[in-house]
């Protein structure tokens, strides 16, 4: 998978991880959409809005478009979150620059 664009739905990307072999999801979180289970993503980004608090966890296509987002305080916690729901994430996250 390519790497992200610099914005993920008008968000800055700070880190993202393709989803791929590495990873197993839990099945302990449950995204809908338009109440249909949302298909496995093909990565995650982890992206902050201008002068927001905090951040967003998306699960992306494979075009980058947000396909679900989760808000959380911090990064860490977005990462958190990500573990939480695909496990193998914790070693699989790439920076990007600022």
Same mark, same amino acid.
């Given at each position: 998978? /390519?790497? !992200?664009?610099?914005?993920?739905? $008008? *968000?800055?990307?700070? *880190?993202?991880?393709?989803?791929?072999?590495?990873?197993? +999801?839990? $099945?302990?979180?449950?995204?809908?959409?338009? $109440?249909? !289970?949302?298909?496995? !993503?093909?990565?995650?980004?982890?992206?902050?809005?201008?002068?927001?608090? $905090?951040?967003?966890?998306? *699960?992306?296509?494979?075009?980058?478009?947000?396909? +679900?987002?989760?808000?959380?305080?911090?990064?860490?916690?977005?990462?958190?979150?990500?573990?939480?729901?695909?496990?193998?994430?914790? /070693?699989?996250?790439?920076?990007?620059?600022?």
């Amino acid at each position: 998978m /390519n790497a !992200p664009p610099k914005l993920v739905d $008008g *968000a800055r990307v700070l *880190a993202y991880t393709p989803i791929d072999s590495r990873h197993v +999801t839990s $099945g302990r979180t449950k995204h809908l959409v338009g $109440g249909v !289970p949302a298909p496995r !993503p093909h990565a995650l980004a982890i992206a902050r809005y201008d002068d927001a608090h $905090g951040v967003y966890l998306f *699960a992306c296509d494979q075009a980058w478009k947000t396909v +679900t987002d989760t808000w959380h305080q911090s990064i860490d916690d977005a990462k958190a979150q990500a573990e939480f729901e695909h496990a193998g994430t914790v /070693n699989t996250w790439i920076d990007c620059d600022p």
